[in-house]
């Protein structure tokens, strides 16, 4: 019994919900037509008030578009019949007259909706708007009784030509309000202008910066007068080794330089504005391994690691060879040994192709990559038919060269050769431009053109730069590096000095410039700054050369 009753009272709720719905639907139905009859009953009596003539013309610019609506003019209806005579005029002349306001304000009002609505042409519908403004202007004028009926309409067009002037893009956000007789012209209301965010100024570059991806072929040669060396202050370290410093790498953006000597011992150096002083931390050469000596070094991108190459020093029977990785932090350092098979000759150069892999590449033309995971390596191309002695990567691709006498572009992304040059000599270093990508030099042991200018989007070496070698005096190495600006090339030489070469000069291919740097051949040469270059020679010293930079001219930079 109590489910039944209680079915029949859900089944009651459910008939009233439903009744209600069906009440508020005819409501909403009733009031939409009334709101309908309501606006067919203003547009006809606007049409009503409208001559025929221009009725048509009314009509087509409503049917363009309903934005006409936002914009309304209370216009009070007066009665023709209570515009007295003034001014010599008759009421048939009134009623023409306002007749004639009113198909002014239709005409007008289309133009608006086409502004709106093609704003592309906004020029246009402007030019046509100030034409409607002058023509009304001109018939208050003559009838000054029906100036409170133009007054309202200029003061509407005054507002749209305000608002043509803002956003070309939308529709004017500015609302038009309603034109009034008895309340004068409308005044346009103003929007708050956004404050404008004053520029900061453009910021100064150092002397001797650079803008990160210029294109430096397109300076080279330009200049007449090449960039020098001046008050260049000279400071050593006297003994850096027990012998012949062989390998020497400057830490990326840092003051730390590391070098290796024959006699197998890696050392780790401090560069101070003054002078270059020697820390506490050394890597002894291994006690197993006599006869090993580094000769070839690389930091990794971020300066926290560095790989050192080894090879067994001449008529020293080969126990296979080694890479050592040494993370270097100011409160120590620590190695850890890789080592490949016995049947590998001797290792002769290494760089870094990211943070946790390097390559090296040995006496037998093998090109190898390496993880810092693992302790042992994978081979990546054999296209050299003898020892290699210089590697750099640039960009994706890995340069190499060596003993016979051909450059190697390598792909090391598809694994692949791009391409190869030959050279008249044995390519003894690479160097890729700090600022360019695609520059890079190849010094090369030779009498004549030691350093190489190329470009690797071109077939053709861009220039040659050389010095004077004495007779008696056989080129064994040469060593070159860019300034960190991209303009400066310096190169070791068989003399104790050091030549440099601004790629700006039109007479580049001979040095700008040379100094003495040692007492004996300059062995190995890099630029630390801007105004840093740091030297080693085989007179077992340990050279930091500061200086400023200036045009032959006298012109500072």
Known sequence: MEDRLLCQALEEEERKKIQREEEDEQRQKHEQMMAKDERTKRKKGSDDSIPPKDRTSFQDDETESDSFDDVEFDIEETPSNSIQKQNGNTIEEADVTAEAVLGLIAEYSGARTRYLHHIKEAKQHRAEAESLKERLQHLANQHEEYQPFITPVLGAIAVISDSSHGSSTTKSSRVIPKASLKKGPVKSVAQPKPQRKEEEPPKKRKKGSHRPGQDLSLVLRCRPEPEVLVNIKQHYYEEAHIKTVRCLAIQPEGNTVATGGSDGVVKFWEMTPHEVKPTAYLVEPLATRTGEMPWGMA??????????????????????????????????????????????????????????????????????????????????????????????????HLLSGGADKKLVIWDVIQARQVTSKSFNNRICCIRKNPVHADLFICGQAAPLHQIVLHDRRMKDPQMTLSYDVSRKTSVLSVVADWSPDGYLVASSSTENKVNCWDIRFDRISIPSQDFAAHDKRVTHVGFASQQTLITSGSDRRLGMHTFQRSYADNTPT
């Not at 926290?304 to 100011?330: D, E, F, R, W």
């Not at 870094?352 to 892999?357: E, M, P, R, T, V």
């Not at 390596?377 to 002695?389: A, L």
Request: aromatic residues 10%; hydrophobic residues 35%.
């Open 299 to 396: 930091w990794s991108p971020n300066g926290t690691s560095l790989a050192v190459v080894y090879k067994n020093a001449p008529q020293t029977p080969s126990t296979g060879t080694t890479a050592h990785l040494i993370n270097y932090a100011p409160g120590g350092v620590s190695r850890r040994v890789m080592t490949i098979a016995p049947q590998f000759k001797g290792l002769s150069c290494v760089d870094f192709i990211a943070q946790d892999k390097f390559v090296t590449g040995g006496e037998d033309g093998l090109v190898a990559l390496w993880d810092c995971f693992k302790k042992s390596s994978e081979s990546m191309h054999s296209q050299h038919g003898g020892t290699i002695g210089a590697l750099c990567y640039q960009n994706g």
